[in-house]
RNA sequence: GACCCCUUCGUCUAGCGGUUAGGACACAUCCCUUUCACGGAUGCGACACGAGUUCGAUUCUCGUAGGGGUCGCCA
C-alpha cells in the first residue's frame, strides 16, 4: 500500500516552527517513499480560524518549499480538503456510532463518544509501543450543541476518509493518541501508523509560542531574510540526524537519507545562531543575480534603488561572506546606490584624529584621476604609486579611501568599490569627505 | 494531582557493554588580512543522581530528581 501522510493545520494563526517542521517531516516522508502528502485544513471551530491563517499557513508553506499532491488550490479525490467543507461527512460517521449505541447526547444537545475503557497501546514509530490503562476520564465530547465537531473526532474520520497510512505529528499528541484509536475501532477502522516527534522549544526550555522569537515563520523567517533552503535544512536536523559528516543538506540530499526510525524523541531547542549560521552558508554560496533576485525587496524597504542590474549585483556579492540575514544587506550596500550617504561620526573622529590623513585622502585621489584605466587592478595601482610617491604603505591610504566612498570602514575591498561605483563618483566622493577634514 | 514522553559539552547531536566520549554552532586565542568578514589552526566544554546486572557501564534494568506534554463543547 502506498504511503499517505498529511499536514493537518489548524488556521488560528501564522504558520509556526514546530508545525513547519511537522509539515516537513511527512513531506519528507512522503518524498522519500514516493508516497502522497496531503494538506488538510482543520478549520471546525468558526470561533477561532480566519482565512487569513489559513492563507497565511498555504503561503509559508510553499515559501519553504513543500508542495502537497493533495489540498487546497489543487483538489483532489478526497476533497474538499478544508473540514468547515465536509460536515456531512461527519454526520454520516456520526450516524454509524449512533448505530453502534457508542454515543449519547447530553441534555444541552453535545454529543459524547463512550470509551471502550480498556488497555489500549499507541504503536509508534518513534516512542515504541506506549500503552495507556483503562481511562477514568470522562466521555469525549465529539460534538458541539451547534452541531459543529470536535477535533479528535474529525480528525480521526478524515484520516480514515484520506486513507492515511502514517500519521506524524507533535509530540503533545501522544497523550490523546489513544482517544483516536479507541474511535478507529469504533469505526472497524485499522489506526494509521503514528510517529510523533519531539517539540521545538525556546532556548530557556519553555514551550514555543506565537510571540517567541523564531517562532513565525512570515515573521521570523520570511520577512526577516532568511533563505528557504536554509530554513529547510535547520529545521530537518532539530529532532532527527542524517549522520552524515556534513550538516549543510540539501533537500535532495535530506530526502534521500530521511529515516523516520531515526527521530528522536527528547525534544529540541531552537538555538538562533546556528540557525543564523546555515543561514550564512546558503547565501554566500548564491550567484550574484540569483542574490540580488532575494535582495531586492528587502533593498527596496530601504528605500535603495539602482539603474544597473549588473552592478547592483556585484555590489550584493561583494557582501555576501558578510552577512547572515538578507535584512542586514542594506547597512551593508547602501552606499553603493546613492551620493549622500552619511559618515560615520566615530570613524571620522578616529581618521581626523591623524593629521596628514587629509593629504593622503588627496593625494591618493589626484593618483586615482590619473590613472589610465578604471579596473580593479588599475585602482589599486594607483593607490600603491600615490603611497610609494609619499613613502607610506598602501595600508595607511585604504581606511581613508574607504571611508570617502563608503562612510564606513567596514566592507568589500576597496578596490571593488572603486571600480564598481567608477571613477567620477569615486573622485566626487573623495572630494566630499575631504570636506570633512 | 493523575497519566505519558524525555535526560551526552551552553545549544544541536554521534555513540547502540570495553572509545583519549567524536562532530557542528557558540565562545576564546592565534594565523591570514587595506577594514569587516570568510577561511585555517588550537583551546574551552558533557554522559543528571543513586542502586542493580556484568569481568566491565554513557550504553541494559529499577528508583530519584529535573524538563516537557496531556488530562476542553482548542487544535
Known sequence: MSVRVRFAPSPTGDLHVGGARTALFN???????????????????GARNTAEASAGIIKGLRWLGLDWDEGP??????????????????????????????????????????????????????????????????????????????????????????????????????????????????????????????????PDGTKMSKRDEGSAIEHSYMNAGYLPDAVFNYLCLLGWTPKTEAEKLSRAELTALFDAEAIHSSNAKFDLKKSLWFNAQYLRELNADDLLRHARPFLAARGLSWADDAVAAAAVHSVREKISLLAELPEWVHYFFREDFPFEADVLAKLKARPENAGLLKAAGESLAQAAEWSEQSVHDAV?????????????????????????????????????????????????ALGQF
Open 27 to 45: 513531506w519528507l516522508f512522503a518524498r522519500k517513499t514516493g508516497g502522497t502528502f496531503i494538506l488538510r485544513v482543520e478549520d471546525t471551530d
Open 73 to 202: 488550490e489543487i483538489g483532489g479525490p478526497c476533497g474538499p480538503y478544508f473540514q468547515s467543507q465536509r460536515k456531512d461527512i461527519y454526520d454520516a460517521y456520526l450516524k454509524r456510532l449512533e448505530d453502534a449505541g457508542r454515543v449519547y447526547t447530553e441534555e444541552n444537545g453535545a454529543v459524547r463518544f463512550k470509551f471502550s475503557r480498556t488497555a489500549i497501546t499507541v504503536h509508534d514509530l518513534v516512542c515504541g509501543d506506549v500503552t495507556f490503562a483503562p481511562t477514568e476520564e470522562p466521555d469525549m465530547t465529539v460534538r458541539r450543541p451547534d452541531g459543529s465537531y470536535i477535533f479528535h473526532f474529525v480528525n480521526v474520520v478524515d484520516d480514515i476518509e484520506m486513507r492515511m497510512t502514517h500519521v506524524f505529528r507533535g509530540e503533545d499528541h501522544l497523550s490523546n493518541t489513544w482517544k483516536h484509536i479507541d474511535l478507529f475501532h469504533a469505526f472497524g477502522a485499522t489506526p494509521p501508523i503514528y510517529a510523533h516527534i519531539p517539540l521545538i522549544l525556546n
Open 384 to 432: 600603491e604609486a600615490a603611497a610609494r610617491t609619499l613613502n607610506v604603505k598602501p595600508g595607511a591610504m585604504m581606511p581613508l579611501l574607504r571611508f570617502a566612498l563608503s562612510g564606513q570602514s567596514r566592507g568589500p575591498g576597496v578596490t571593488t568599490i572603486a571600480h564598481l561605483i567608477g571613477r567620477e563618483k569615486t573622485l566626487t566622493r573623495i572630494e566630499r
